[in-house]
């Protein structure tokens, strides 16, 4: 059995889940998400706690998705309650980002400025020129968004110039040197 998927997801006060056979909503202040979960999984909720059970005789798999449904659902809970971000680095001469509503424009050395629309639930911000963070309530939707904004210029290891995550540590290669 997965030891993950046997641990109880507690809601917060602001919050509310509603089981509907193997649909799961999941309300908040910051927004409702839902995830359709494997109908051999059992799923309910009694006083502010989510469990998962998993069946006795379940295969490897199905033990296996236990506990990936409970993180997924896990996900959802604090997404509603608190929301994720995701914050990503420019880095390079000239390069620039702003934000004009739900819309983000990226000048990172092509011809032309690269826009790109936010997805539904999803909110750009620019706290500086060089610095985008994504935020929005569905973790996936979040980090799928910052990973493609980030695919728009890889960075490349000789001057770093490009973009990245902020956490990320970017290994650096050592340049031509010039002979004796």
Known sequence: MSRIGKKP??????????VDHNTITV???K???????????????KENVLTLTCPD????ELQAKHGLYRALLNNMVAGVHTGFTRTVV??????????????????IGFSH???????????????????IVVSGCDKELVGQTAANIKAKRPVE??????????????????????GK
Do not use: W
């Not at 997801?9 to 509603?18: G, K, R, T, Y």
């Not at 359709?36 to 059992?42: C, Q, V």
């Not at 973009?163 to 031509?176: D, H, L, P, S, T």
């Open 113 to 131: 400025p690269i826009e790109m629309v936010a997805p539904e639930g999803i909110t750009f911000q620019c706290t500086t020129p060089t610095e």
């Open 27 to 29: 309300k908040g202040p």
């Open 9 to 18: 997801i507690v809601i917060p006060q602001d919050c509310s889940v509603s």
């Open 157 to 178: 290891p000789y001057h770093a110039y490009g973009i990245r995550y902020k956490e990320e540590v970017v290994a650096m290669k050592e340049g031509k040197k010039s």
């Open 90 to 107: 420019i880095n390079g001469v000239g390069y620039k980002a702003a934000v004009a509503g739900n819309k983000l424009t990226l000048n």
């Open 57 to 60: 005789n379940a295969s490897k």
């Open 31 to 45: 927004g409702t998400l839902v995830r359709t979960i494997d109908a051999t999984i059992g799923c309910e909720v």
